[in-house]
Nanobody, 128 residues
Framework: QVQLVESGGGLVQAGGSLRLSCAAS????????MGWFRQPPGKEREFVAS????????YYADSVKGRFTISRDNSKDTVYLQMNSLKPEDTAVYYC?????????????????????WGRGTQVTVSS
């Protein structure tokens, strides 16, 4: 079983940038797709971005396309989320997660129920 630990969250002004990291320990990191989700205050957890195990494909929520970039370094067992042009509505706890499957259709990546390992989250707050 892999364990995930997020870092890099914090307080930033609107228009600023943050880079989140998710470090994995244990087996199977490099063989599974990874995703980032977020949970705004008082709302449900929502999909942000995902990346296949071989970095062949990436997927993004419409709300972050063009502003956020997901990447991974399998040699370091780490997945990243570069967040630019941040907006107050990006305020949330951000979680990384590992997909249950090695291969999946695009729609699979956006659903929380398809991820079986989660980190504890890191808070991102964007002030206006």
């Amino acid at each position: 079983q892999v364990q995930l630990v997020e870092s890099g969250g914090g307080l930033v002004q609107a228009g600023g940038s943050l880079r989140l990291s998710c470090a994995a320990s244990g087996r199977s990191f490099s063989s599974r797709p990874m995703g980032w989700f977020r949970q705004p205050p008082g709302k449900e957890r929502e999909f942000v971005a995902s990346i296949t195990w071989n970095v062949g494909s990436t997927y993004y929520a419409d709300s972050v396309k063009g502003r956020f970039t997901i990447s991974r370094d399998n040699s370091k067992d780490t997945v990243y989320l570069q967040m630019n042009s941040l907006k107050p509505e990006d305020t949330a706890v951000y979680y990384c997660a590992q997909l249950k499957y090695t291969y999946a259709s695009a729609s699979t990546y956006t659903e929380t129920r398809n991820y079986d390992v989660w980190g504890r989250g890191t808070q991102v707050t964007v002030s206006s």
